[in-house]
């Protein structure tokens, strides 16, 4: 008996823990949160949408019958409201239901009346210099579009309620002004909004021209103080800019010296390999012979002087060398002229690329495996070595050191080419880049793919300039107190006459 006193006692405590234990159970709880709640639309009907967010899966029907067509896909409703023929406003209720479940949701969607006129909220906006985007209600009793007056600004139709204007950072240095009309379908009704964007300097660290502002914006904080700048054409379709600032980190100012060419290739302009002499025959295959080394400016002026058919616009140098004692100035990479491989050994190793116009017009940035894969299709190419960016994404570097540097860079369509220096070994004009600056340089200019030239006292930025020594003046600093380096190749921005 005793025993079974036990059981009973046993069973007890546990009926007991299940009632306790069923009391505490809950019902499951069901959630949405709408973008909008109500959804604003115009009178003049048309598909509309909002996004919710709900860790349940829901199916959603109209209440009323000018609610149609409605659809609910990850994480969006669509629906399409009919014309409100009344000049009230109204309301509309599209309810949404968990599927499997019968807990609901309600929607509102609210229409405007149809008063049968035109109104925008404001005639007058103003938009901030560094780009901005504003929105702009409108009513109306029939469809409407809009028409901006100015490339800057862009008028886009949101839905049938709203306007959004948008403008790109203004680097013009003076107040644009632009009209935005809203015209309904009849053309019956117009409107127009007057667009006002700011020119304010103290945005783009004192740059003065439209090149530098942009720089200075795109930069993203680097560029603390611009010292200097100009921004000029070397001929149609070929632009310069130089510049010269500062970057203060912490309670230090480091200054920096930049200078570049960008050349749209698609017109009459290319490049091509110089030489000594503009001579094949000064670039040998191996080092038992010796390559022939002579300045930029002389290798441009012998092109100049052998090539009547063109014009030779300005130019870097172009790839690495060993010195002359032992390795009697063998280029590191390949070398092509006039569609003619001088060269096809990659003697620097592994970390050896490839700058090549290639016959189709286009300019193209290669490694190694590249290369032999489209050799054949090369017009003018010269070697390079350390890979900067590639199909947009920069490289990781470990070498952070800070030297004067050349380097070249392709849009991904390979119509513009970027030719870069920055100079260095000068704490007071400019300490130079890593490979990580000259990144960060061409991504100002949405550079696909880079890579890195010689550098050092080998960098040289020629210029046409009828005034200098043989007709070319050095624009950048090089750091060879003798002037300009003797250099075995390097790069010519020509225009064909």
């Known amino acids: 008996m005793k025993f079974l006193k036990t059981i009973i006692a046993v069973f007890s405590i546990c009926a007991g823990l299940l009632s306790c234990t069923e009391g505490k159970i809950e019902e499951k709880t069901y959630s949405i949160l709408f973008l909008e709640n109500p959804v604003m639309v115009g ?67 609210r229409q405007i009346g149809n008063t049968g006129k035109l109104k925008v909220e404001t ?16 009513s109306s009793g029939e469809n409407w579009t809009p028409a901006s007056s100015a490339d ?105 010296s930049i200078f570049l060419f960008e050349v749209d290739v698609t017109k009459d302009v290319t490049i091509l390999a110089s030489c000594s002499n503009d001579d094949p025959a000064s670039i040998k295959k191996t080092d038992k012979e010796e390559t022939v080394l002579t300045t930029i400016r002389d290798q441009f002026y012998a092109m100049q002087n052998n090539r009547p058919n063109l014009e030779v616009l300005c130019g870097v140098n172009g790839d690495f060398c060993y010195g002359g004692e032992e390795r009697l100035n063998l280029l590191h990479g390949i070398m092509y002229k006039d569609g003619v491989c001088l060269k096809d050994t990659f003697d620097g190793g592994a970390a ?14 290669m490694t190694q495996s590249e290369y032999a894969a489209h050799k054949n299709d090369i017009q003018e190419a010269v070697g390079g070595r350390q890979m900067l960016i590639s199909s947009g994404e920069t490289i990781s570097f470990t070498d952070t050191r800070l030297e004067p540097r050349t380097a070249v860079g392709v849009s991904k369509d390979g119509d513009k080419v970027y030719l870069l220096i920055v100079d260095g070994r000068r704490d007071s004009y400019s300490i ?62 020509v225009r064909k006459k």
């Open 43 to 109: 009178s003049n009907g048309g598909a509309s949408s909002c996004t919710f967010v709900s860790d349940d899966q829901w199916s959603a029907d109209a209440v009323d019958s000018w609610i149609t067509d409605v659809t609910v896909t990850d994480g969006e409703v669509n629906f399409t409201v009919e014309a409100n023929p009344s000049e009230e406003t109204r309301n509309g209720t599209i309810r949404f239901t968990v599927i499997g479940g019968d807990h609901t949701a309600d929607l509102t969607i």
């Open 352 to 365: 050896c690329t490839v700058f090549a116009m290639m016959k189709d017009g286009t300019a193209r940035i």
């Open 432 to 493: 130079g880049a890593d490979y990580a600056l000259l990144a960060k340089i061409f991504h100002i200019y949405n550079v696909y793919d880079a890579i890195n030239l010689d550098g050092g006292g080998s960098s040289t930025f020629l210029v046409k300039d009828a005034t200098a020594p043989k007709g070319f003046r050095t624009r950048n600093r090089p750091t060879d107190n003798t002037g300009d380096r003797l250099l075995p190749n390097g790069l010519a921005v």
């Open 123 to 138: 005639t007058s906006v103003t938009m901030l210099t560094v780009g901005d985007k504003v929105e702009v209600k409108i």
């Open 152 to 256: 800057w600004l862009k008028a886009v139709r949101k839905n049938s309620t709203m306007l959004e204007l948008s403008a790109a950072p203004n680097y013009t240095g003076n107040v644009l002004s632009a009209e935005v009309t809203v015209q309904t379908a009849s053309g019956k009704e117009k409107e127009t909004i007057n667009v006002t964007q700011k020119a304010d300097d103290t945005e783009f660290g004192g740059a003065s021209t439209p090149q530098g502002r942009e720089f200075v914006y795109k930069s993203k904080g680097f560029v603390t103080t611009v010292l200097d700048e100009c921004a000029y054409m070397v001929g149609d379709h070929v632009k310069a800019f130089e510049m010269q600032f500062r970057n203060k980190t912490g309670n230090t100012f480091s200054p920096y």
